[in-house]
């Protein structure tokens, strides 16, 4: 019968067998749960057709379906089986063996790590990215960061239900429209040369009067010491909560799912020390218009802000006001 179906009943018949649990797996959150569909041999076919037909007729230059965690594996090697292409599996730390690339990322109040194996995807396949479900996104950011380090092409994420009031989607736009990632560049011997003397110069020039060299946690810290070591002035970290000893001053900022904080130690920076900041890149501004807060608090002359790289459809300049802003490159 459901080779006979169109793809839009197929996707009722799917739809109409998942089950619904009300208080899983914590109060207040409803499960969604494919394994209620899947006693239905109907629905195993339905689904099968439904998705291999989608990327056939979408992305037939797909060469590695990637599964994300468990309930990945159940769509990826019926996928790659039937498409004739590779199937590589993205799991937790600890699960896989060999060299794996890792990735560290956030779930709600508790972290996680994911990892992939090396080699197991080639610079320049295309890859699809295959789940059960689209939820906050945090797993399938992580999964998409972890591709990029392998230098694999995403052609889409693909997920049999998106619960779309918790904006996943949106999420997963903006790690993708934010992946612009320095530590590739920074496999050139030739670019970390250039970088250093790109940022020195500049400082040199237009602020010799810096005294204090302010990195943000983490990606900043390549290039302040760096940059302190040269210029021989201060290097001061602002780090998240806890990651600083000794008595330190605090500012929470908003993310889109919660909030963070950032710390600097007291008395690491006087009133009115001239302060340059750095960081890798200008997306937002949430960060960074959190360390001139802190900065703020401690009575600091900021300068300028610098950025490698500026997302300027973010308008995350708009965010910092009147601190001058400058990148040297803007995509």
Do not use: W
Request: charged share 25%.
């Amino acid at each position: 019968m459901h080779n006979n179906l169109s793809d839009e009943e197929r996707i009722e018949l799917i739809k109409s067998n998942i089950g619904t649990f009300p208080d899983f797996p914590q109060s207040g959150t409803t499960c969604r749960d494919i394994f209620s569909a899947l006693k239905s041999g109907e629905v195993c076919s339905a689904l099968k057709h439904l998705l291999v037909n989608y990327i056939r007729k979408n992305h037939p230059d797909v060469e590695v379906i990637v599964a994300v965690g468990e309930k990945g594996f159940l769509f990826s090697l019926m996928l790659a089986a039937e498409l004739g292409v590779a199937c590589v599996p993205i799991r937790r730390k600890g699960k896989l063996p060999g060299k794996c690339f890792l990735y560290y990322y956030v779930i709600g109040f508790e972290s996680n790590e994911y990892e992939i194996q090396k080699e197991s995807i080639k610079r320049g396949q295309k890859v699809i990215l295959v789940d059960d479900l689209l939820a906050t996104g945090e797993s399938l950011c992580a999964a998409t960061t972890l591709l990029q380090i392998t230098g694999g092409v995403l052609k889409e994420c693909i997920v049999l239900m998106e619960l779309t009031e918790l904006n996943g989607r949106r999420r997963i736009r903006d790690t993708n429209m934010d992946s612009r990632d320095i530590f590739t560049a920074l496999t050139s011997g030739e670019v970390c040369v250039a970088l250093k003397h790109l940022l020195v110069n500049y400082v040199r020039k237009n602020h010799p009067d810096v005294e204090v060299i302010v990195g943000l946690d983490a990606r900043g810290f390549l290039f302040s010491l760096m940059l302190a070591a040269e210029l021989g002035v201060a290097c001061v970290p602002i780090r998240k909560k806890g990651k600083l000893p000794g008595k330190c001053l605090s500012c929470s900022y908003a993310l889109e799912y919660g909030t963070d904080e950032f710390e600097i130690q007291k008395d690491s920076i006087k009133p009115e020390q001239k302060v340059i900041v750095v960081d890798d890149l200008l997306a937002t501004g949430g960060t960074l218009g959190a360390a001139l807060k802190l900065l703020k608090i401690t009575g600091a002359y900021v300068k300028e802000c610098i950025v490698v790289m500026e997302l300027t459809d973010l308008n995350g300049r708009g965010k910092l006001q009147e601190t001058n802003v400058h990148s040297f490159i803007q995509y």
